[in-house]
């Protein structure tokens, strides 16, 4: 099993920056994708950002220039440097991954999710 906890969300000013970080633990044999996704109130949960383990990266038109993801595979951890944030970009902020425990076959999981609100 592949356990996702993030972390660095909170209450930032339109214009402010945050950074959220995302470490997996467990029995790891290989995370091949991570990906970045996010809910707002009403709407449906949209992808952010990707990286895969090759060294691909994409982002959303809407936080093209604003955000960048990236993965430090040491560490097993993946980040998602947001800046000019805006009130639009408020939301729950999920980790995703598609990983595989040692002695398993490769699955998606989920991280439990972090609050970022943009708000004066």
């Known amino acids: 099993q592949v356990q996702l906890v993030e972390s660095g969300g909170g209450l930032v000013q339109p214009g402010g920056s945050l950074r959220l970080s995302c470490a997996a633990s467990?029995?790891?044999?290989?995370?091949?994708?991570w990906g970045w996704y996010r809910q707002a109130p009403g709407k449906q949960r949209e992808l952010v950002a990707s990286s895969a383990s090759g060294g691909s990266t994409a982002h959303a038109d809407s936080v093209k220039g604003r955000f960048t993801v990236s993965r430090d595979n040491a560490k097993n951890t993946t980040y998602l440097q947001m800046n000019s944030l805006k009130p639009e970009d408020t939301a729950v902020y999920y980790c995703?991954?598609?990983?595989?425990?040692?002695?398993?076959?490769?699955?998606?999981?989920w991280g439990q999710g972090t609050q970022v609100t943009v708000s004066s």
């Open positions: 995703h991954a598609l990983a595989r425990a040692n002695s398993d076959v490769a699955r998606y999981y």
């Open positions: 467990g029995s790891i044999f290989s995370i091949y994708v």
